[in-house]
């Protein structure tokens, strides 16, 4: 019973967050009264809208490849490999508390709302790997499912907080009325930390007078500002850099023009099934638990990703990354997955420093040294987590991005080496 129980979860997370997140939308939106017609509509403009960042992202992806080639080409003489943040998600749901944890989660969510404790109903499901990889890094190190469960549903309250008090500005700058972000490594170490930076640059004298900003570049410059010029740049920039054929630049150059025009749209569509939801989850909240509430609807950082700044910086902290991980001491392996996952880096970067090309770039870069420098100094433990989830790479080690800037791994992390695990 329980091992079919567990096999039909597996498959329905196997089907990836473009499936699931319809099919939540949908069955929030009847949970909320709404009609079935309408809460069907949002759940397909969601699915689609977010099948149409996926498409995006992906194009952005294959846009930058040749300089991801290019640079992976200095990728030798490493004993640890770097895998993917998909392959570790999917790692992650694999470990025998995830069919339990997962409904916790929602039935936790749900109380806390209904407590008053929290205002974010958090639906993004596939991005649960936020808690679950800490929690299976627990339970792999520890030796205990009930640690690992425990910290799995912890780490998902400390999530709903930090999406509320990120929420207000989140909606504000990016336009995402209604929403807020409930990626647990960007809202809980890297807002903070890029608040942190940008509070010191405050205070030194010069720096603080630097306001580079694309929205002022556009206004000023007329159409050199415009998001597919900036593509067209950006793209010409990257393909310079790591020097590509013409022919190769000039692709380059109108893939980076088609994803900052395409994102937005995409973005767009997500929300347009997303609205009436938040629509429906507020006056459900205030008929039946507070008549004062204001509910943010909890989703991926993707969301953010249609900012023309995110997008250019992105492009620009490739080949910085690339020379960070040279600066870091006994670097044991060569960021190549990483490099793909730089753009999902730059919303909380762009939002702390409200668009200013120069503040951004330096808290990306902070944040990506150290995401490097933690990635590579627990490698040996992220093995012993994706070896016991499945994943084996010959003898070899292997790490992700997550154990270098998720702060539950990292807490995880350190109290193992304190304890001499």
Known sequence: ??????????????????????????????????KPSQAI?????????????????????????????????????YNTVEIGFAALGGASWTTPFAVFVIPAIVILNVILLKLKVTKVLNVDIWNFMHFLVPGALAYVLFGNAIVGFLVTLGLSVVTLFAAQKVAPKWAEFFGLDGTTCTCLGYIVYEYPLSTAIN??????????????????????????????????????????????????????????????????????????????????????????????????VGMDIALALGDPTCITCTAIMIPVT???????????????????????????????????????????????????????????????????CGIDVGGSMVTASHFGYNPGCLIVEFIATLLGI
Not at 1 to 10: D, I, K, N, P, Y
Not at 236 to 248: E, K, S
């Open 199 to 296: 509070w010191v640059i405050d205070r030194i004298p010069g720096l603080n007078k630097i306001d580079f900003d694309l929205d002022s570049l556009s206004q000023k410059i007329g159409i050199l500002g415009d998001p597919a010029i900036i593509g067209i740049i950006v793209g010409a920039f990257l393909g310079i850099m790591t020097q590509q054929a013409p022919a190769q630049i000039i692709t380059m150059c109108m893939g980076m023009a088609a994803v900052m025009v395409l994102l937005p749209r995409m973005v767009s569509i997500m929300m347009e099934g997303l609205t009436p939801i938040g629509t429906g989850a507020n006056e459900f909240v205030k008929a039946h638990i507070d008549p004062d509430a204001n509910i943010w």
């Open 322 to 388: 690339v020379g960070l991980s040279f600066l870091v001491p006994d670097m044991s392996f060569f960021p190549a997955a990483i490099l793909a996952e730089v753009c999902y880096v730059a919303p909380m970067a762009v939002l702390t420093s409200k668009g200013n090309v120069f503040r951004t770039l330096i808290c990306m870069t902070v944040f990506m040294y150290l995401m490097l420098f933690f990635a590579s100094m627990f490698a040996p433990y992220a093995t012993a987590m994706l070896n016991a």
């Open 41 to 77: 509509r949002s759940g397909l403009l969601v699915g689609i809208g977010f099948q149409g960042v996926v498409m995006t992202v992906n194009l952005l992806i294959s846009t930058i490849q040749p300089a991801l080639d290019y640079y992976s080409a200095l990728g030798t003489g």
């Open 1 to 34: 019973m329980l091992e079919t129980a567990v096999s039909l979860f597996q498959g329905f997370i196997d089907l990836g967050a473009a499936v699931m997140l319809p099919v939540v939308i949908a069955i929030l939106g009847l949970f909320f009264r709404m």
